[in-house]
T-cell receptor, first 115, second 111 residues
Framework: NAGVMQNPRHLVRRRGQEARLRCSPM?????VYWYRQLPEEGLKFMVY????????ESGMPKERFSAEFPKEGPSILRIQQVVRGDSAAYFC?????????????FGSGTQLSVL | QKEVEQDPGPLSVPEGAIVSLNCTYS??????FMWYRQYSRKGPELLMY????GNKEDGRFTAQVDKSSKYISLFIRDSQPSDSATYLC???????????FGKGTKLTVNP
């Protein structure tokens, strides 16, 4: 049973480019969460999605960031016009049902570097 | 005041030592308390979770929650070099889906 799969593992972008980060949850999991880990900082919640629905995006920056979890395919975190401050590790996590956010399974993350 | 405070260490101990890791918090609405282990360049892995106050034991690991003091602890007995990692505490309000993490404590267990 594969765990939470994230790709790419490393992504290098120049300032102003777009970054797309993908996350496939564990099999049978329909709840996806994105967290960001900045250097010297703890993990910060960004967004919580269910299939075709954004449930809570209170941790997402107001501009340039968007997330989706379509009916088919992986969840995508999209960052437009990246800036150096977006450099961080982005982690996706999943849970099987509602009210299980205290038992999240995390992927290995995507390390985004903005030049 | 940050919602969750965790001493980043680093903490270095000899193999076989008892390790104590701690976090304090300010939000009295937190009801779920988790400890994650994160190896270098990997995602966090859930070690234990506790609902409300009390103790929970799993093998060499014991988690304690003292809600009156807003203080949680993780004890590792008979520590092994394979326990070398960063340990993250995380907390969540009931009815919420958002975890609030500490910054993590980097632990090294020396053979």
């Amino acid at each position: 049973n594969a765990g939470v799969m994230q790709n790419p593992r490393h992504l290098v972008r120049r300032r102003g480019q777009e970054a797309r980060l993908r996350c496939s949850p564990m099999k049978g999991h329909s709840h996806v969460y994105w967290y960001r880990q900045l250097p010297e900082e703890g993990l910060k919640f960004m967004v919580y999605l269910q299939k075709e629905n954004i449930i809570d995006e209170s941790g997402m920056p107001k501009e340039r960031f968007s997330a989706e979890f379509p009916k088919e395919g992986p969840s995508i975190l999209r960052i437009q016009q990246v800036v150096r401050g977006d450099s961080a590790a982005y982690f996706c996590a999943s849970s099987p049902i509602l009210d299980e956010a205290h038992k999240l399974f995390f992927g290995s993350g995507t390390q985004l570097s903005v030049l | 005041q940050k919602e969750v405070e965790q001493d980043p260490g680093p903490l270095s101990v000899p193999e076989g030592a008892i390790v104590s890791l701690n976090c304090t918090y300010s939000n009295s609405a937190f009801q779920y308390f988790m400890w994650y282990r994160q190896y270098s360049r990997k995602g966090p892995e859930l070690l234990m979770y506790t609902y409300s106050s009390g103790n929970k034991e799993d093998g060499r690991f014991t988690a304690q929650v003292d809600k009156s003091s807003k203080y949680i602890s993780l004890f590792i007995r008979d520590s092994q070099p394979s326990d070398s990692a960063t340990y993250l505490c995380a907390m969540m309000q009931g009815g919420s889906e958002k975890l609030v993490f500490g910054k993590g404590t980097k632990l090294t267990v020396n053979p």
